[in-house]
């Protein structure tokens, strides 16, 4: 495991330099202070030599001065070096999720993923910065005080290294079932999490739609078993806690009942003693550490395999450097297959060509391949036979980050940032044109709606655009994509929640900006793709028809009675 988690301490070496030399400072003072205390009383004050104690004092003012400094240092390294480990794991981990096909992101759950963006993360990088200066700090004074204590008097040193011994065996012991019921508390934690997450994240359909009462009573039923599995984890722990305490206090009162007598017999001095008992106070205090971070560490292991899993799954788009020249546009399905599953077959040998500058448009019933044709577009699939060609070049020699950048996907099912207006609409443009963004809201039918508010658009709306209506959620998602000027946009189902005067006046917007980029429309509502200049009829998989409006119509085919039913 140790191994397995230094590959992310990277770039942070000089900062652990640091580290050891406050740590040097501060285990000195540990291990020196007992020492003046035994001179104090064995040499100076049995001598009556005032000026001997004076200086042994100052020394030790000096000691606990530097500790504290080195204390203080120590904090803040430590801190820098957990943000550092942090943004660089949460990095990898954001970027392989960006990067997983679809297949991940149909089973993928949302609980599952935060925790391990969030807390897994935050456990590694705790073990790899304040555990290891405990870690750190707590070796160097078994040790070092392991040596003072033979120095001091080798005799008893004997019994502390026998408690040693056992304590490891202890550990050994208990560790294994730490490690298994942290992996139960876990796994138990996150089934909790996401009936509290499906609520709080649809709060208003769960009210409107009458399921309070059956959701309080999953949660409740999850609750109770956290609860058993959390009592169990805390025993198991305390177990071992409890364990490590009682030893401890077996050798302090061996080495005080036997110390005493050694000063009794005169081979030892009281000095001495009372240094061997600081001594061994003090290194009750690393053991008992040690023994929490054993603890610590079950969990770390648990939180280091969650994340080199999701780092490592074959879930990944096969991604290559190749990348798409500056004007692009057509696009080909050359007898395309696809099924989500291997004995669902969504698609069906479908071929057709899209030409720069036209509209196309797609119908059918759900469940007929639209929105699938879109997704293998986007590179999302890749399993699929048949071949798909952007200018002449198959995507799956193409860069998919350069690909996604150039294509606008605007869906029914919109996301906006807990953000402004402004900030929705330019998202990571560095240098945004605030001309472009007015222009672009203007030909979404949302200008005088911003016009309107106190704050215009550095208006804030909210998580997910909550204190948007339906309508003004596509109506920014629309002004979003017009703001983007993508080479080939999509809509999908994008204007389903206008009315159909906003819907006819959006529409002819877009299309007379978009005239000479590729358009691409999916649709239930036939009314919005009239226009279209090409038109392609899916039913169970496959193109049934193609042609424009009012030659589907003269067929008498699909489009037809698609048509017919909606008038």
Same mark, same amino acid.
């Given at each position: ?53 004076i200086q042994y004092s ?71 910065? $304040? ?57 138990s934690a996150i089934q ?72 009794i017999k005169g081979e ?80 069906? $040998? ?174 239930? $509502? ?42």
């Amino acid at each position: 495991m140790y191994k397995r988690m230094l590959k992310y301490t990277k770039g942070n070496m000089k900062w652990y330099f640091f580290l050891i030399v406050c740590l040097g400072i501060k285990s000195a003072e540990a291990l020196i202070a007992p020492l003046i205390v035994s001179k104090i009383i064995d040499q100076s004050i049995s001598k009556g030599d005032i000026a001997a104690i004076i200086q042994y004092s100052i020394a030790s003012v000096v000691l606990y001065l530097s500790a504290a400094v080195s204390i203080i240092l120590s904090q803040g390294i430590t801190t820098k070096i957990e943000r550092k480990i942090t943004l660089n794991i949460r990095k990898k981990c954001v970027a392989s999720c960006l990067k997983k096909n679809g297949n991940f992101y149909t089973h993928a759950k949302s609980s599952d993923m935060l925790t391990i963006l969030m807390q897994d993360i935050e456990n590694v990088s705790g073990m790899l910065s $304040r555990e290891v200066i405990s870690v750190g700090y707590d070796i160097i004074m078994i040790v070092g005080i392991s040596v003072f204590l033979i120095y001091t008097y080798w005799k008893l040193s004997i019994i502390v290294f026998t408690i040693l011994v056992l304590l490891i065996f202890v550990q050994k012991k208990l560790n294994a079932r730490i490690e298994r019921t942290t992996e139960e508390s876990r796994n138990s934690a996150i089934q909790l999490q996401r009936p509290i997450q499906e609520m709080v994240t649809n709060l208003l359909s769960f009210i409107m739609g009458n399921m309070g009462s059956f959701q309080e009573k999953k949660i409740q039923m999850r609750e109770e078993n956290f609860a058993k599995i959390k009592i169990k984890t805390a025993v198991t722990i305390s177990e071992f806690s409890a364990t490590i305490s009682f030893i401890s206090g077996v050798l302090v009162v061996m080495i005080i009942g036997l110390g005493s007598i050694q000063v009794i017999k005169g081979e030892m001095t009281v000095g001495v003693l009372l240094a061997f008992e600081i001594y061994t106070q003090r290194l009750l205090s690393p053991l008992s550490d040690l023994a929490n971070i054993s603890a610590d560490l079950s969990v770390v292991n648990v939180s280091l395999k969650r994340i080199e899993k999701f780092l490592n799954e074959e879930n990944y788009i096969n991604n290559s450097v190749e990348i798409l020249p500056k004007k692009i546009g057509d696009i080909v399905f050359d007898r395309v297959s696809f099924g989500y599953k291997e004995d669902l077959e969504i698609l069906d $040998r479908v071929s057709f060509e899209i030409k720069k500058g036209k509209i196309h448009a797609f119908v059918g019933e759900s469940g007929a391949g639209k929105s699938t044709i879109v997704n293998l577009l986007y590179g999302l699939w890749q399993n699929y036979s048949g071949n798909i060609f952007i200018d002449g070049k198959d995507i799956k020699n193409l860069s998919i980050e350069n690909v996604r950048k150039r294509i606008s996907v605007v869906s029914q099912n919109i996301f906006l940032l807990d953000d402004s207006i402004l900030n929705n609409i330019i998202l990571d443009d560095p240098f945004p044109d605030l001309n472009r963004v007015e222009e672009a809201l203007i030909r979404a039918s949302m200008w005088k709606y911003v016009q309107d508010l106190e704050f215009g658009w550095d208006t804030n709306i909210g998580e997910n655009g909550i204190c948007l209506s339906g309508g003004e959620k596509q109506r920014m998602a629309i002004a979003r994509a017009i703001y983007k000027n993508p080479e080939i946009i999509i809509f999908d189902e994008a204007t389903s929640m206008l009315d159909n005067e906003t819907e006819n006046e959006i529409v002819q917007q877009v299309l007379t900006l978009f005239k000479n980029n590729t358009v691409i429309m999916i649709a239930h $509502r036939l009314t919005t793709i009239r226009n279209a200049d090409k038109i392609f009829v899916l039913n169970h998989g496959k193109i049934v028809e193609e042609g424009t409006h009012e030659m589907l119509l003269e067929q008498k085919g699909n489009y037809y009675n698609l048509y017919c039913y909606q008038i």
